[in-house]
Antibody, heavy 121, light 108 residues
Framework: QVEVVESGGGVVQPGTSLRVSCAASGFTFSPYAMHWVRQAPGKGLEWVAVISSDGSKKNYADSVKGRFTISRDNSKNMVYMQMNSLRTEDTAVYHC??????????????WGRGTIVSVSS | SYVLTQPPSVSVAPGKTARITCGGNNIGTKSVHWYQQKPGQAPVLVLYYDSDRPSGIPERFSGSNSGDTATLTISRVEAGDEADYYCHVWDSNNDHVVFGGGTKLTVL
């Protein structure tokens, strides 16, 4: 079964850090770029970051640049998002999604159900 | 940065045709992808490259893209099509993914 499953969400205080993870299974992981997309409560989709298939290219939304870091381990079929200096506006469901191609500029054809990150004092 | 504009809501009677637009500057020069998201569920890709359907997506879903507007068309709308729909392009100037704000499709 082709799927990606997120984990690691939780309730944290502003200014703290959290790492969310995404486990891929059912497909050959290494040829594909991977994205994180978030959705605040009652809001639309907001793209967060992308990492190319070999991890050499990373791009971030302006809202998280300098605070969030995306990474991957192709030996473990895993993608990670290290989130530092969290703000209340980072509260959202964080979805992991697979790109159709290696760079990250194509459609997202496999999505996870997401992990909830809540930033609150 | 590149901006995609969608109507917040579209309503349609069962069996009729729904059209959801996605506006952007010269969007016709870009590849547009569309996602369906039902409450509490992950998004699902319904069209890519303007009008290609992934396996398992009904032929009732079609798309077009020209000028400043891309359109997702759902023919013979069913109650199960009620969902939020999002368009997506790649902004090559900034190497960013851009999503439209989403359109809530209501089946009357």
């Amino acid at each position: 079964q082709v799927e990606v499953v997120e984990s690691g969400g939780g309730v944290v205080q502003p200014g703290t850090s959290l790492r969310v993870s995404c486990a891929a299974s059912g497909f050959t992981f290494s040829p594909y770029a991977m994205h994180w997309v978030r959705q605040a409560p009652g809001k639309g989709l907001e793209w967060v970051a992308v990492i190319s298939s070999d991890g050499s290219k990373k791009n971030y939304a302006d809202s998280v640049k300098g605070r969030f870091t995306i990474s991957r381990d192709n030996s473990k079929n895993m993608v990670y998002m290290q989130m530092n200096s969290l703000r209340t506006e980072d509260t959202a469901v964080y979805h992991c999604a697979r790109d159709r191609q290696w760079l990250g500029d194509d459609a997202l054809n496999i999505w996870g159900r997401g992990t909830i990150v809540s930033v609150s004092s | 940065s590149y901006v995609l504009t969608q109507p917040p809501s579209v309503s349609v009677a069962p069996g009729k045709t729904a059209r959801i637009t996605c506006g952007g500057n010269n969007i016709g020069t870009k590849s547009v992808h569309w996602y369906q998201q039902k409450p509490g569920q992950a998004p699902v890709l319904v069209l890519y490259y303007d009008s290609d359907r992934p396996s398992g997506i009904p032929e009732r879903f079609s798309g077009s893209n020209s000028g400043d507007t891309a359109t997702l068309t759902i023919s013979r709308v069913e109650a199960g099509d009620e969902a939020d729909y999002y368009c997506h392009v790649w902004d090559s100037n900034n190497d960013h993914v851009v999503f439209g704000g989403g359109t809530k499709l209501t089946v009357l």
